[in-house]
């Protein structure tokens, strides 16, 4: 909602139909215009097709938000499964990519805009019990300082937040 109380049409991708519809029925309440899109952003075609949706709904990004995240199960990694961290990296990592690699493509054809890739304090501290997920916020902040290096010639920016517990709907 803050983006759209700052002037901007918003796409939201959530794996949750109904909580999609909420997010862009509060930002149109904005006066604003929003997309509600339902997919799992760790799926290659779902995040290449919502990119498309939004583009032809509201016309070129210039802000790209990954957000989505997971815990997984928890657990050192000695009882870590594979199962479990295949889907915390999946959703944190391979999704955040995936955000970032689409919103890319048509910033670096305008030279201009911004990606924004949410991380943890996990990402920088690891906390007992939570191997998968702080393996995979770790993995982010890389994956930000990568992207910021190959995008910086092209005039797009990339950052990495990383706030402490947070509630999420």
Excluded at 26 to 40: C, N, S
Excluded at 72 to 77: E, F, K, M, N, R
Excluded at 123 to 135: D, P, V, W
């Amino acid at each position: 909602l803050t983006l759209a109380d700052l002037g901007a049409d918003v796409a939201v991708l959530d794996w949750t139909a109904g909580a999609a519809d909420e997010t862009a029925q509060a930002i149109r309440r904005t006066g604003r215009e929003a997309v509600a899109l339902t997919g799992d952003t760790g799926d290659e075609k779902t995040v290449v097709e919502a990119f498309a949706t939004a583009r032809s709904v509201l016309g070129e990004i210039d802000v790209a938000v990954a957000c989505a995240g997971v815990l997984g199960a928890g657990g050192p990694v000695f009882e870590a499964s594979v199962e479990d961290f295949e889907q915390v990296m999946g959703v944190n990592v391979r999704g955040s990519f995936l955000v970032a690699r689409e919103a890319a493509k048509g910033m670096r054809k305008r030279r201009s805009g911004a990606i924004v890739l949410l991380s943890s304090l996990d990402g920088l501290q690891a906390e007992h019990g939570m191997f998968s997920y702080c393996t995979s916020k770790g993995a982010l902040l890389n994956l930000a300082r990568a992207a910021a290096l190959d995008l910086a010639r092209d005039r797009v920016t990339v950052n990495c937040v990383c706030p402490s517990v947070t509630h999420t709907p």
